[in-house]
Structure formats: C-alpha cells, structure tokens
C-alpha cells in the first residue's frame, strides 16, 4: 500500500481519538491510571494534540491497573465496538501487550495478515513495571523480558539487527510448538514483572523491545496523571512527562528532519470506513 493520503490520515486520527476517549473514560470509571506515551505524549505537549504525520496513540499503565483492565473490559466493552486482543494459548497477534481494536475500521499490518484477529486501526495499550534496585535482578529481569518478547510475539524480530534476528530464530526453531512458546513466555512475563513498582526505585518498559528496555525512568514520573488539551478533547499524560521523554527520546521539542515526518507503521490495507470482517479472506487469511 502507498503513502497514507491528508484526508486518510485525518480520518485515521479522528477514530483513533474517539477509541482514546472510550478507553480513558473506562480507566476513569474503574480508577485505573493511565497516561499517553511515546508520540502521543509528545503530540500533547509539543503540538497540543496529534503530532502531525503520526498514525497511531499508545498508553502506558502500570502493571497493577493493566491487569484489571484486561479483566474489567472483557466484562463490561467486549461486545461493543472496541475489542481488546492479547495473545493467549490458542490465539497469537503477535504483539507483546494488549490491544484495543475498532471493529467497524479494516488496517491490515504486513505480520498480522495471516492471523485471524480483528484486523482494525488499534489503540496499544503497554504495561510499566518496577526497575530492580539490585544489578543482578535487573539483568535476569531483562533476560526475561527478551524471552517473553520472543516467545509470546512467535516472530523473529526484524528491526534489531542481523546478531538479534539469527538468535531469534534458532530459539524459535528450538521450540516449534506454538502452545509450548506461549507457556514459556508466560513464565517468563511472571518472572520479569515480579518487581512491584511500589519496592524499586524506578520504574521501566518491558514490552517496547530492547531499545526502550533499558530506560530506567523516576518513580515519581508516573506516579498521576495530568490532563493536558489534545486537539478538541483531554488526555492524560503522566505528571512527570518531561523527565521521561528527555530519557526515552533526548530533546522531543525538536522536530524531526522532513524525511522522517511521515507515518512509522507499515499497513498493506486500510479501510477505515468498512469493518475488517468483509475483507476476511480476500486481504487477510487469504488461502495460499
């Protein structure tokens, strides 16, 4: 598929803030805390709403208020229009957290055109977990965190280099089944997310890949939210934004070079205006 058009991208943002605004006002009903991070963040300080050639917003929540919301939307939102998707036993999307779904919008991404997931424009939703204090802890916390990522996303992972992708396929290669990698990455997810925020002395991302991984970011940082105007609406962002955006991205007030100031997601199909269930088939799971 080629570049995503003005008027595509205009109606891609538009949706994917109203999946935004259902989901915060959920975490709000239910007291769970979450915040914007990586370019949405960025969007409501440096833009006051969407950076404009971004595609997608993504929340962090720590790992407490993450549970409870996997369980409190299969409760009460699954039957609506918004679906959250995670890998489980039987069903794999290959992303390492859960996500929101619009049903009623098709974005087929270039890994997920084989599976059978609700192939809509997608709300990331990305656990926060405590950064050990001790160095020893810390390391098998990260080697943990590398074999739930591959593991429970079952794909080689392609952006990490050439070292990062040969050993993710000999591992994979090692254990073919997939029922067998999901049990071993939830073994894993149990021993890297052991660390409660309230015991450590900082907080990290396990789930953003290796780069992000190693960020230790200031308790304090997410401890609330703010909520900060974002286009026509509010969203949060955590109280201490700047600290953690100087440390996962330098200095975010800078904008990118022009070459660089086009949409990061690949997508091999995009209909935002019929739902992926009529593409079943013919875009996606298409026999071969």
């Not at 949405?40 to 969407?50: D, E, F, P």
């Not at 071993?184 to 149990?190: G, M, P």
């Not at 105007?229 to 440390?247: A, C, R, S």
């Amino acid at each position: 598929m080629g570049r995503i058009t003005t008027d595509e991208l205009a109606l891609l943002h538009d949706l994917n803030l109203k999946m935004a605004e259902e989901f915060v006002s959920f975490c709000k009903r239910h007291n769970l805390l979450c915040y914007l991070c990586g370019g949405g963040c960025i969007g409501a300080i440096r833009h006051k709403g969407w950076i404009p050639w971004d595609d997608d917003l993504d929340f962090f929540m720590p790992r407490a208020d993450y549970e409870r919301a996997i369980c409190l939307w299969r409760e009460e939102m699954q039957t609506g229009r918004y679906k959250l998707e995670k890998s489980d036993e039987k069903h794999i999307d290959g992303n390492l957290f859960f996500v929101i779904r619009d049903s009623q919008t098709t974005y087929i991404k270039p890994y997920q055109a084989d599976m059978d997931i609700t192939q809509g424009i997608v709300l990331d939703v990305l656990p926060l977990d405590g950064y050990p204090n001790s160095r020893i802890a810390r390391v098998l916390q990260c080697f943990w965190a590398l074999i739930y990522s591959l593991y429970r996303a079952q794909i080689v992972p392609k952006k990490h280099g050439k070292f990062i992708r040969a050993i993710g396929k000999g591992l994979l290669f090692v254990i073919p089944s997939p029922s067998i990698r999901y049990k071993i990455s939830v073994y894993a997810e149990k021993q890297m997310s052991k660390h409660k925020i309230q015991d450590c002395d900082g907080i990290t991302e396990l789930c953003s890949g290796p780069g992000y991984m190693k960020n230790k970011y200031p308790k304090e940082a997410f401890a609330y939210s703010l909520s900060l105007p974002f286009e026509n609406t509010m969203m949060p962002v955590p109280v201490g934004y700047d600290q953690y955006l100087k440390i996962a991205f330098g200095d975010y007030m800078q904008l990118p070079s022009e070459d660089k100031q086009v949409p990061s997601h690949d997508v091999v199909f995009m209909d935002l205006k019929q739902p992926a269930c009529k593409y079943k088939g013919v875009k996606y799971l298409v026999k071969k």
